[in-house]
């Protein structure tokens, strides 16, 4: 992931400048068009299919040997984009993918919208390893506390193999660029706390971090 975060270029200072962070956050947690296709002080600025999320795709792929008829659930999967990459990846793939967005969900990409569901991740409505694959992807770190902690043990619960990734900081520069930057982000970790909570509610899958260098 950090390859794909690492190509944007961010101004810290003109985000927390240029528009009041807590009105810009209250909007963004609407979930909205704002959020995903608004201004890019909500959120995004426009996500649109470009392709970006294939090589993340392949590299999930090859890394967890996913194949035909393998059962993948992407919890925060927004529009869907790497689902559908790796159903291009991996022909025959099962997909589901769940998002509190229900903007997200109804502007997905179309193939795979069928396969997507408006569901919070703190509770997810399926059978314990239901899936060969988890995947949560600059989501969890959007809950309080209590909810990320259930979303946790639900996506060890529901998975076989289990990848998640979140915002976090290692030194003082990057937490205060975590904080110019994120406006939806409730749960503001350090590296060695994050690892903490998932020693906790007995999270044994694989995780990795987003940095703000």
């Not at 909007?27 to 959020?35: C, E, M, P, S």
């Not at 069928?114 to 919070?120: A, G, H, I």
Request: aromatic share 16%; glycine share 8%; net charge negative.
């Amino acid at each position: 992931m950090s390859s794909l975060h690492n190509k944007t270029k961010r101004d810290y200072l003109g985000r927390v400048n240029e528009f009041p962070k807590a009105e810009a956050a209250k909007i963004a947690k609407k979930w909205g068009y704002d959020y995903w296709d608004g201004d890019r002080k909500f959120g995004y600025g426009g996500m649109k299919y470009d392709g970006r999320w294939r090589p993340v795709a392949e590299t999930i792929a090859e890394h967890y040997n996913l194949k035909s008829e393998d059962k993948v659930l992407d919890v925060g999967c927004g529009k869907g984009f790497l689902l559908y990459e790796l159903t291009q990846v991996v022909p025959g793939i099962e997909i589901c993918g769940v998002d509190i967005s229900e903007y997200a969900i109804e502007h997905a990409k179309e193939e795979v919208k069928p396969f997507l569901r408006c569901e919070c991740a703190s509770y997810l409505p399926f059978k314990d390893k239901e899936f060969d694959l988890v995947l949560s992807i600059n989501t969890l770190h959007n809950l309080y506390l209590p909810g990320l902690w259930e979303a946790l043990i639900e996506i060890e619960r529901v998975g076989k193999q289990k990848y998640i990734c979140v915002e976090s900081y290692r030194n003082e520069e990057e937490k205060v660029n975590l904080l110019y930057w994120q406006i939806t982000a409730m749960s503001i970790f350090e590296k060695r706390d994050w690892e903490w909570l998932f020693e906790k509610v007995g999270f044994v899958g694989d995780f990795s971090f987003i940095y703000f260098s």
